[in-house]
């Protein structure tokens, strides 16, 4: 069993950036893919990055290509988030996850795992 909590999340302007990290206990961590999803406001949850268990595969959404940046440390039982260039659209509670199947997946359905989530806030 994994659990998961993140932190970094805060209030900030339109351009700026902020890194979320995703601290996991166990000694298993090498073990799980990981996934990065938000939920903003009266919207569903969405897929936002993901990265496989060593690191070599990593996958984003659409509307966060090119500006998010995916990391894990497995020495530090972390997977990271660097979020730049921050848009308003970008305002939700961004949750990590732990999928302890074979493979890399952009589902939510595929998750074991979930952290309580922290809120970003991006003021325009």
């Known amino acids: 069993q994994v659990q998961l909590v993140e932190s970094g999340g805060g209030l900030v302007q339109a351009g700026a950036s902020l890194r979320l990290s995703c601290a996991a206990s166990?000694?298993?961590?090498?073990?799980?893919?990981m996934g990065w999803f938000r939920q903003a406001p009266g919207k569903e949850r969405e897929f936002v990055a993901a990265?496989?268990?060593?690191?070599?595969?990593?996958y984003y959404a659409d509307s966060v290509k090119g500006r998010f940046t995916i990391s894990r440390d497995n020495t530090k039982n972390t997977v990271y988030l660097q979020m730049n260039s921050l848009k308003p659209e970008d305002t939700a509670v961004y949750y990590c996850a732990a999928d302890g199947s074979l493979g890399t997946s952009k589902s939510e359905s595929r998750y074991d795992y979930w952290g309580p989530g922290t809120q970003v806030t991006v003021s325009s």
């Open positions: 990265i496989s268990r060593g690191g070599s595969i990593i």
């Open positions: 166990g000694r298993t961590f090498g073990s799980y893919a």
